[in-house]
T-cell receptor, first 114, second 112 residues
């Protein structure tokens, strides 16, 4: 079975540009999570969905960040406009069971904003 | 306010010896704990978990110990192998009904 798929794996963009990160969760998983990893803050939860519905977006840093899940097999995280401090690795994860149990992570997207 | 803390950013151990990674938590409501392992350029992968009804859980070379009174858990790897070199994240939740809260990770280097 394919795991969680993320694209692109690397993204380099200039400040002010729009960035869209994509995620395909594991089929049948009801929960989808977006995380951001930085040296300073570690792995922090940005937003999560249950059955395609956003449940908690309190981790989204600013209004520049938005996430959607139009169907069970696809989600996007958008940053508009991007800033250098958004540079990080962004992970998508999905879970079949429940919120606080084992999650399956994608390989991540390394974002660099210059 | 970090609810899950991994105070050692890095650890270096010789091959064949025991690796002990530590994790402390502040929220007494946490009752389910997990360890994840992360290699460079890959996502974290689940390693082992423990529920608060237990104080120990073992899976091959990996054992997690939980001390609820001290709000402390540890991951033991015996014997350590070079392939264990990775970043290890501790995570916690409340009865599986809240999102996982992760520590910042500990980088383990196993030296041959």
């Amino acid at each position: 079975d394919a795991g969680v798929i993320q694209s692109p794996r690397h993204e380099v963009t200039e400040m002010g540009q729009e960035v869209t990160l994509r995620c395909k969760p594991i089929s049948g998983h009801d929960y989808l999570f977006w995380y951001r990893q930085t040296m300073m803050r570690g792995l922090e939860l940005l937003i999560y969905f249950n059955n395609n519905v956003p449940i908690d977006d309190s981790g989204m840093p600013e209004d520049r960040f938005s996430a959607k899940m139009p169907n069970a097999s696809f989600s996007t995280l958008k940053i508009q406009p991007s800033e250098p401090r958004d540079s990080a690795v962004y992970f998508c994860a999905s879970s079949p069971v429940a919120l606080g149990y084992e999650q399956y992570f994608g390989p991540g997207t390394r974002l660099t904003v210059t | 306010d970090q609810q899950v803390k991994q105070n050692s950013p890095s650890l270096s151990v010789q091959e064949g010896r025991i690796s002990i990674l530590n994790c402390d938590y502040t929220n007494s409501m946490f009752d389910y704990f997990l360890w994840y392992k992360k290699y460079p350029a890959e996502g974290p992968t689940f390693l082992i978990s423990i529920s608060s009804i237990k104080d120990k859980n073992e899976d091959g070379r990996f054992t997690v110990f939980l001390n609820k009174s001290a709000k402390h858990l540890s991951l033991h790897i015996v014997p350590s192998q070079p392939g264990d070199s990775a970043v290890y994240f501790c995570a916690a939740s409340r009865s599986g009904n809240t999102p996982l809260v992760f520590g910042k990770g500990t980088r383990l280097s196993v030296i041959a």
